[in-house]
DNA sequence: CATAAAAGATACAGATCTGTATACTAATCT
DNA sequence: AGATTAGTATACAGATCTGTATCTTTTATG
């Protein structure tokens, strides 16, 4: 019985001070070219506390990564409820969340995408964290779709995932932050053809 | 005044075996988990070859990665104008030659997004390399769409290379090789809202 | 205050990475 | 045939990588 308290608003205690220095090196760089080293320095702590925090880099990754999961989740589910009221214009405000995103100094693309470009092996933890955090945001839209009455709100949210997943990966590559205006277009045209009172 | 053939069908020269090793595991591994040694091994070629043929590994990444553009674009124009004969159709085989591609055993999803996931750094010969190749695509679907007489081709064009992205890089993260019927779904759409004889 | 846990500082072990050097062999061209 | 080139085999230098060990200092708690 020790440290067992949980330091609400606190100053940031050392592992989260590790997770959140992974998270921005890990997000810049990739994994594999970001040393415990690097992490250590940036971080301003040392190896060993790294070391009994974290069994070893690949838990510190996978923490790293299910924390950001977590973090851009809701920041930017947040976001798209604060700027639209009704669900079909919330589903339109997600690709301008979505070009703020891609505007800032700090987007270096998805880090989920860019974590499976690096590590293609099949059926590990951090595939899993990656494949659950692209079915969350799925689901996300999904739910929005059957809030505004889409005729087959399934179809059209794998639709709306889709451009999303294309506009971050155009920003980055080409670095457009207007691809979201792209997708959003599209969007509206895919909406407008699953809305019931549409004549089809 | 010496090696001037360029051995045309003949059995590949050191420098081809070198480049397609590299092409193949750097698709595999990603760039940075991928040492030279690797490729030494799996090449059968000494590693005093490879630095007599390529100045250090990043000359061997970027010329992988010019060759892998080419070998990729033939390959998949090639195949879409095989498939379909006019403009419209050629656009949704796009989708066809997709889930063919995503369906591979050896799909790792597009190697210049993985690429440019693990080096940030903007302004860089990589960077450039792999802009150029989206650029490429987007021009290939471009000419299409003008082709079909699009109302907007150049619209029309990035909205379908971004469904196109998105396809990709779910197939490769979620392993959903029929990520491509969904895109050819909306890209459908798409490409109807845009034909001319559309009562818009 | 005293004791124990957490963290700092630093060195190090062993593996791997890029790139070079040395010595030998096979192919090619005049 | 003789000379040059291309390639093999292998060792190695120096840097970096993950992870551990040692020793001291700070911090928290009873």
């Known amino acids: 019985m ?7 608003g606190a100053r940031p205690s050392k ?24 992490i250590v320095e940036h971080s301003g702590v040392t190896k060993k506390t790294l070391y009994a925090h974290f069994r070893s880099k690949e838990e510190l990754v996978l923490t790293a990564l299910r924390h950001y ?14 700027k639209a009221r009704n669900p079909k214009t919330r589903l339109l405000a997600i690709f301008d969340v979505a070009e703020t995103w891609f505007s800032q100094q700090s987007f ?11 590590h293609s092996t099949p059926g590990t ?3 899993y964290v990656c494949r659950d955090f692209k079915r969350m945001m799925t ?15 399934q179809h059209l949210a794998e639709e709306l995932a889709l451009l999303l ?8 590559v080409s670095q457009k ?19 019931s009172h549409e004549a089809f």
């Open 2 to 8: 020790s440290s067992q308290m949980k330091q609400r």
């Open 15 to 38: 592992r989260e001070q590790l997770i959140q220095t992974a998270v921005n090196l890990f997000g810049q760089y990739g994994i594999h070219a970001t040393g415990i080293d690097t």
């Open 69 to 82: 999961d977590g973090q851009f989740r809701n920041s930017f589910m947040r976001q798209v409820e604060t």
């Open 108 to 118: 270096y693309g998805c880090m989920f995408i860019n974590a499976v470009g690096e």
């Open 125 to 127: 933890s951090l595939r």
């Open 139 to 153: 689901e996300f839209i999904l739910k929005l779709c059957i809030q505004m009455g889409a005729r087959n709100p």
């Open 165 to 172: 997943e294309g506009a971050i990966v155009t920003a980055q």
């Open 177 to 195: 932050p207007d691809a979201a205006k792209i997708a959003k277009r599209a969007a509206a045209v895919l909406i407008q053809k699953h809305s």
